[in-house]
């Protein structure tokens, strides 16, 4: 292919998609199958970032018209990945899924970069709608923090108030981004999870604007054991100290009411739902995910090899 041919074909890619993987077989090639069925005028690239599979990952995916890039697995991180992603990326826009994020239908696509017809928009954030087989506070979960209903978001007059921060629930399970700011606002590399949330916040606070669309749908949910959603937990709370400048945002009344709507509303939720029997697990389950996530946002205070053991 000659150089003048490959620099056509690069104007030609609008968008880049790209999927982190590792060992993700369960689930990949479905993700796959649905990205390349897109209902999408525009030209589209697929790049697949795996930090070392041992499964049949990348046999699967090298059965789809994707462009492979691995790395080794103490080169992964969720930040440094994504960065490198958007570098190897040629299109204007930049969408993130995870390898068990399936798109629901054709329009996917359009839909979440559709609304980068407005300027002031530089990052959407996609619906999560829970598979067949999620348990129901997942169920619970995913439409309280994912609900049908479009959100803009911006902060009037670049506010620090901190009330704002509740608005930083964005999720690069299912999101797209302008490659240009993303190039200007790089995912902070010193935490250890939340890069969207820090992302999100970090251009929300520089007067940007941000969009959640619930027409851009991906089949997405997981089955965490206590243990699991304790070290999740710890591990996000551990994030949000680090990439606040005020850590004291996500301790406040604010986020303790938040907190306890939660916990009813998935009272509420089980109990009329037919999900009774959930309700003493639900509890513990809940109550193990804040101690996690007050322990991560103190986590300074904690000898190293307890944040070591609490972290994922």
Known sequence: MS???????????KVSIIIPTKNGAD???????????????????????????TDSTLNIVQRFPIKLFQIKPEEFSHSATRNYGVEL?????????????????????RRITDNFKDPEVVGVSGRQVPRED????????????YPSDKRIVCIPGKSNNVREGYYYFFSDVNSAM????????KFPENIIMAE???WCRKVLLAGYTVVYEPEAIVCHSHH?????????????????AQFCERPEEFQSLFFIKQSLQYFFSEMRFLATSGHIRYIPYAVVYDIMKYIGRFLGRQSDYLPHFLRVRFGQ
Request: aromatic content about 14%.
């Open 3 to 13: 150089g003048s041919t490959e620099k056509v074909m690069a104007m030609m890619i």
């Open 89 to 109: 990326a040629q299109g204007e826009y930049v969408v993130f899924l995870t390898q068990d994020a399936t798109p629901l239908n054709n329009l996917w696509l």
């Open 224 to 240: 965490y054991s206590l243990k699991r959603a304790f070290k999740n937990s710890f591990s996000g709370g551990m994030a949000y």
């Open 178 to 185: 302008r490659r240009k700011m993303l190039l200007e606002h």
């Open 196 to 198: 969207d949330k820090a």
């Open 134 to 145: 999620a348990a129901p506070m997942e169920r619970h979960w995913l439409s309280y923090f």
């Open 27 to 53: 689930n990949i090639g479905e993700c796959l199958r649905s990205v390349f069925e897109q209902d999408f005028e525009e030209g589209f690239e697929v790049l697949v970032i795996d930090s070392g599979s």
